[in-house]
């Protein structure tokens, strides 16, 4: 694995983990509780440090046009309406097909989901310095199936200290359901980066996703997870099977 790619995790993983640690540690000592002011602020420091270590590292490594070019990536919202139905559509039915067959409850309003937007962009949508770094750089040696794949394992295990803070919704969840859903998560995230290699649309994703999540509410098994990476998979396979075959077209 590349000195580029090592750096970052080293960074990401040591400043999530002790922030993460030192809230799992107060709380585990009756010391915070969830919903104070410090308890929510070293919960969301924790979780966007992956998209601060990526900005440091490509303001230090990379070329002024390269960095100036990559910020315009993550905040640039100039996309086709097309592609903000897409998004959307993929995030709602990544959960509302669970429905079909009992492997998630409709327990709140559909509101819910666009009133929690704006909060789940900070709250969950900016950790995704993953496909803002870590994919496109494990792109650069290994295929996309491949590397999607080692950024799924990544993103779960990252993910880790938060079982051990009282209040966190990873408490109540089957890790192995949770590194399922983070893996079907990873592989739609894939189609929308390589599609459009907009990071900001990778944001929106991730934060319709954990909106969608209080709506339509997963039963925690690992059946549920599996069937949501099934689809994932699915729709992936699909999408390389198009993109590669359009790709041989374009160069006949």
Known sequence: MGLEIRRFLFYTFATSWIIWGSLALLTQLNLLKFGNAIYMLLFILGGITPAICEIWLKKKYSTKEEFRSFIHNVKNPKHPVSWYIFVIGLAFAAFFLLTLWGGATMENPMYLALLELPIMIIGGGVEDGWRGFLQPTLQKRWSPFT?????????????????????????????????????????????????????????????????????????????????????????????EVYRKSNFQKQTV
Do not use: E
Not at 151 to 162: D, E, F, K, R, S
Not at 177 to 192: D, E, G, N
Not at 205 to 212: E, G, I, Y
């Open 147 to 239: 590397s999607t794949m080692i950024v799924g394992v990544i993103w779960a295990v990252w993910h880790l200290p938060l079982w051990f803070v009282i209040g966190s919704n990873q408490m109540n969840m089957n890790f192995l359901w949770f590194s399922l859903i983070t893996l079907a998560l990873s592989f739609l995230l894939t189609i929308i980066y390589i599609s459009t290699k907009s990071i900001f649309l990778c944001i929106i994703f991730h934060a319709c996703t954990n909106s969608f999540w209080d709506v339509f509410v997963p039963v925690i098994n690992v059946t549920s997870g599996l069937f949501i990476f099934l689809f994932a998979l699915f729709l992936f396979t699909v999408f």
